[in-house]
């Protein structure tokens, strides 16, 4: 819903001749409810009179487009828009409901979709497009860069021009990678999904006729339906005792040692993810000085050090007391007092590394005698561990944030004993003397 009212503020014009690298010297700012643009001129008069025409759209109570900048009745018709600019104008309407992991997805998909819509061939330019379109794309991006607007402008396909047969070499070309090979089934389909959805409103708005995208194929969606999910093969996981080895064989004389050994305590006892166990702060964890504690997992690293909502959405984690000593040691070790602090962090205060953590953890299974395994197989063992020893499917399914469908694909080899240790239950509750013996 856009607001009632903007807040829109024209500033006096920036002279920028002292650089002699600048080529439009003459520099136009303004802002649309805070959100700062501007706009470069090669001389003071150009730059005077696109002032004034924003004075006057200003003073007209003229509405300003949200995604551009640029009052409204300076916005060409749908029909004229190319691909690239329909695709910003979308991606800004959604951008307030998406969180950050999706606009993140949706920001990659539709610079593939840009850039099969311009043409572009392989090589040095098309790695270049990428790199701007991963930012220009974004509501929140700086000033466009005049060469490849320019260029977009010149090469991308108009709205008004797409059909079948245009979108039908679109759908394949999403489907592959740089170099031609296929992309994996999960990456394009989720790259043919935001795509998808992008044109389909295109449609609604009117600039094209008709949903010009190819049907799906019925063939391609009963194989996804047939397929399964990749199981855990539990034999090639450390029982119990072994894993507390591990961990605890982490710990060197390295400085960051320490530090990877108790993340990898909370990847296992508690069954984080890796991404989940880099964003835990102190107002996470209930810390009991005897018995069992609580994680609340309410944050997950989702691009570079940025924080926003785990994969399957917060949930609560119970922690046995082995992890509980763990981390109150931890917290207190590093002195640990603010609520909002993240318990792993360098000196620098940036995030551990995970080539490091990746390396210490196989350093530490070869010293006890193992194969190596990811990080995140600690989370697979902590699954395994908690269903052998009589969890029930719902509650493990609750903790690792799975539904119990995912959870049993997933942990199938795990399962394997579920009905000698049901049937040992059911024999020893029948054999239960009742009140008349």
């Known amino acids: 819903m856009k607001r009632s009212?903007?807040?829109?503020?024209?500033?006096s014009i920036q002279d920028r001749r002292s650089s002699d690298r600048v080529k439009r010297p003459w520099v136009v700012r303004w802002s649309v409810d805070g959100r700062q643009r501007s706009k470069s001129f090669h001389t003071?008069?150009?730059?005077?009179?696109?002032?004034?025409?924003?004075?006057?759209?200003?003073?007209?109570?003229?509405?300003?487009?949200?995604?551009?900048?640029?009052?409204?009745?300076?916005?060409?018709s749908l029909s004229d828009l190319n691909v690239y600019e329909w695709a910003r104008r979308w991606l800004g309407e959604q951008w307030v409901e998406w969180q950050p992991r999706t606009r993140n997805s949706a920001v990659e998909s539709l610079a593939k979709l840009v850039i099969i819509a311009a043409d572009v061939k392989v090589g040095r330019t098309e790695a270049e497009l990428r790199h701007y379109l991963k930012q220009a794309l974004r509501p929140d991006a700086d000033g466009p860069e005049a060469r490849w607007e320019k260029w977009l402008t010149e090469h991308s396909l108009l709205l008004s021009t797409i059909d079948r047969e245009s979108t039908a070499e679109i759908d394949r070309q999403l489907g592959l990678r740089i170099d031609g090979q296929p992309l994996s089934a999960t990456t394009a389909n989720r790259t043919r999904i935001v795509a998808r959805a992008c044109i389909v409103a295109a449609v609604q708005a009117g600039a094209i006729?008709?949903?010009?995208?190819?049907?799906?194929?019925?063939?391609r969606a009963r194989r996804k339906v047939a397929r399964r999910r990749r199981s855990v093969d539990p034999r090639r996981l450390p029982d119990p005792p072994t894993m507390?080895?591990?961990?605890?064989?982490?710990?060197?004389?390295?400085?960051?040692?320490?530090?990877?050994?108790?993340?990898?305590?909370?990847?296992?006892?508690?069954?984080?993810?890796?991404?989940?166990?880099?964003m835990i702060r102190r107002r996470?964890?209930?810390?009991?000085?005897?018995?069992?504690?609580?994680?609340?997992?309410?944050?997950?690293?989702i691009s570079f050090d940025e924080p926003g909502d785990p994969k399957t959405g917060p949930r609560d984690v119970p922690i046995p007391p082995v992890l509980v000593k763990v981390l109150a040691k931890w917290v207190a070790e590093q002195g640990i007092?603010?609520?909002?602090?993240?318990?792993?962090?360098?000196?620098t205060g940036s995030r551990p590394s995970q080539s490091n953590w990746v390396r210490s953890w196989h350093r530490a299974l070869a010293s006890v005698g193992l194969p190596p395994l990811r990080v995140y197989d600690c989370r697979h063992a902590a699954a395994t561990t908690?269903?052998?020893?009589?969890?029930?499917?719902?509650?493990?399914a609750r903790r690792l944030g799975h539904s119990v469908e995912t959870l049993v694909s997933t942990y199938v080899g795990a399962l394997q004993d579920d009905e000698t240790i049901g049937n040992a239950k059911i024999e020893s509750f029948l054999n239960e003397p009742t009140p008349d013996d």
């Not at 002032?51 to 060409?76: C, H, I, K, Y």
């Open 386 to 396: 908690w269903l052998r020893s009589g969890v029930p499917l719902g509650e493990t």
């Open 337 to 347: 007092v603010d609520d909002a602090q993240l318990l792993f962090r360098t000196r």
């Open 209 to 219: 006729s008709g949903d010009p995208w190819p049907p799906r194929s019925r063939t």
């Open 44 to 76: 003071r008069s150009e730059a005077d009179r696109f002032r004034v025409l924003l004075m006057n759209a200003v003073q007209r109570g003229e509405r300003f487009d949200e995604v551009t900048g640029d009052p409204s009745s300076w916005q060409p």
């Open 284 to 301: 996470s964890l209930d810390l009991p000085t005897a018995g069992w504690g609580r994680l609340h997992v309410t944050e997950a690293d």
């Open 5 to 11: 009212h903007q807040e829109v503020q024209v500033y």
């Open 244 to 278: 507390a080895r591990a961990i605890d064989a982490i710990a060197n004389h390295q400085p960051g040692s320490q530090t990877y050994r108790v993340m990898t305590a909370v990847a296992y006892y508690a069954g984080l993810r890796p991404s989940e166990v880099v």
